[in-house]
């Protein structure tokens, strides 16, 4: 199986880098800026399912407030390819908190839509988030 790496570099504007981390990382305020369930186990070892289970995978490394790495994978998956890795850092930047998005392993024939679903389903649903 062929893979991508996807970059990103995205700014939610109002947001202090802890509080972006934890609606990424607490169940409640994942599912509340997506607007679809989410379960999150917040502990290195732990399994998470976000879009009602649309996403699946494990906690690999959790930095507080600053970084966030997994074991990612959605259910058009390639059968039996290897998940993904998802890398997040936060950082206090002027006008909010700066995201980085490091997604390595993306299966080449669905990297296109990932990487706009980035967009789509994360980054704008959490600008919107924070605005309130």
Same mark, same amino acid.
């Given at each position: 199986?062929?893979?991508?790496?996807?970059?990103?570099? @995205? @700014?939610?504007?109002?947001?202090?880098?802890?509080?972006?981390?934890?609606?990424?990382?607490?169940?409640?305020?994942?599912? !509340?800026?997506?607007?679809?369930?989410?379960? +999150?186990? =917040?502990?290195?070892?732990?399994?998470?399912?976000?879009?009602?289970?649309? +996403?699946?995978?494990? +906690?690999?490394?959790?930095? !507080?407030?600053?970084?966030? @790495?997994?074991?990612?994978?959605?259910?058009?998956?390639?059968?039996?390819?290897?998940?993904?890795?998802?890398?997040?850092?936060?950082?206090?930047?002027?006008?909010?908190?700066?995201?980085?998005?490091?997604?390595?392993? @993306? =299966?080449?024939?669905?990297?296109?839509?990932?990487?706009?679903?980035?967009?789509?389903?994360?980054?704008? =649903?959490?600008?919107?988030?924070? !605005?309130?």
């Amino acid at each position: 199986m062929k893979v991508k790496t996807i970059k990103q570099r @995205v @700014v939610i504007p109002n947001a202090r880098p802890e509080d972006v981390y934890r609606a990424y990382v607490d169940s409640q305020k994942h599912a !509340e800026f997506t607007g679809a369930a989410a379960s +999150i186990e =917040p502990a290195v070892g732990g399994r998470f399912m976000a879009w009602d289970g649309y +996403i699946t995978g494990k +906690i690999l490394e959790l930095e !507080e407030g600053k970084r966030v @790495v997994q074991e990612w994978k959605t259910t058009e998956w390639p059968e039996g390819g290897a998940p993904s890795r998802v890398e997040l850092e936060f950082k206090a930047a002027m006008e909010g908190t700066e995201i980085t998005l490091v997604h390595t392993g @993306v =299966p080449e024939e669905g990297a296109a839509a990932y990487d706009e679903g980035w967009f789509e389903f994360y980054w704008d =649903p959490m600008k919107l988030h924070f !605005e309130k």
